[in-house]
């Protein structure tokens, strides 16, 4: 079947719950069911999402930054913004809350319309994203690990009539996975080092090092970022992007001025940090939709959504 043939029947509210989707919606369910119960044995507690805020992940100046539009909308007289990321209110809540949390949380991106046939990018997705106080980036690298396996090994063992419809033969990769810098990926590969990574590794691997947003560690003496990227094998690409995070005022607050970000939507982050109240954490979010896509070897991450939500194309429902 071709792309645009492929999404033209992803769009069709009849083909919502043909078996394929049934066996995928299946496999969703056992992921989530292994993930959450594995953090929650951890002792990480479940946070509900925000939807609407003042503040928001900026995604910028992410390198893969693709978003046509921001929602915003007015209530109460105030302006808020649809969430793209909790990661400031991550960082918030581990500073004065609970100190390990986890949040199934939908964000709202509304990417390029020429990402629809990439097979990678929705407009709404949800992702598994989890914060620790005091936490390092190995300590992030083993819980995803862990949880990544451990959900494989469920699907696998539980779901093999769906995974046989599919034609999925599914082989779970060995741990740790391998890490790489993100500056020797790029000149073996060049500026699509994402995609040709994904294409040519037969189990996930850690990037790191990424240039990326003011709430990211970075090491201002050697210019070394203690950030990550998870990639995906068979093309799939990258599914769990996170980092060591930012905690000292000064320090946010001259990165913000950098990026040419507007200070007064992370007031309360600022606040914080000036007081020496925000800890130091590590964290990531998984996007749910492009695992189970892996899990279940789909050609489109939009076939794992009863209601697709793909890039340019609006759905009756």
Partial sequence: ????????????????????????????????????????????????????????????????????KRVEVDIYGERVVAMQSMIIHKRVLVSLGPGKIFILSPNIRIERRDRASTGRHLYEFTQLEIEAAYAKMEDIFRIFEELIVGAMKRVKDELAPELELLGRDLRIPSTPFKVYRRSELEERYG???????????????????IPREFYDYEDLKSGEWRNYDLILP???????????????????????????????????LLDLAKKGLLKPSAGGGLGVERFVAYVAGVSHVAEVQPFPRIPGIVPEL
Avoid at 32 to 60: A, N, Q
């Fill in 1 to 68: 079947m071709g792309r645009e043939a492929l999404l033209l029947r992803l769009a069709d509210p009849e083909k919502h719950l043909d078996k394929r989707r049934l066996a995928i919606l299946k496999i969703q369910t056992e992921i989530l069911r292994s993930m959450v119960e594995r953090l929650i044995d951890k002792g990480y507690c479940w946070i509900l999402p925000v939807i609407f805020s003042k503040t928001t992940d900026p995604l910028w100046p992410d390198p893969d930054f693709s978003i046509e």
């Fill in 191 to 209: 500026r699509s080092w994402p995609v040709e990574v994904a294409r040519n590794i037969r189990e996930p691997v850690w990037v790191r090092d």
């Fill in 234 to 268: 068979e093309g799939f690409g990258e599914v769990i992007s996170g980092a060591e995070r930012e905690y000292e005022y000064e320090k946010i607050l001259m990165k913000l001025e950098k990026d040419g970000i507007d200070k007064s939507r992370y007031r309360i």
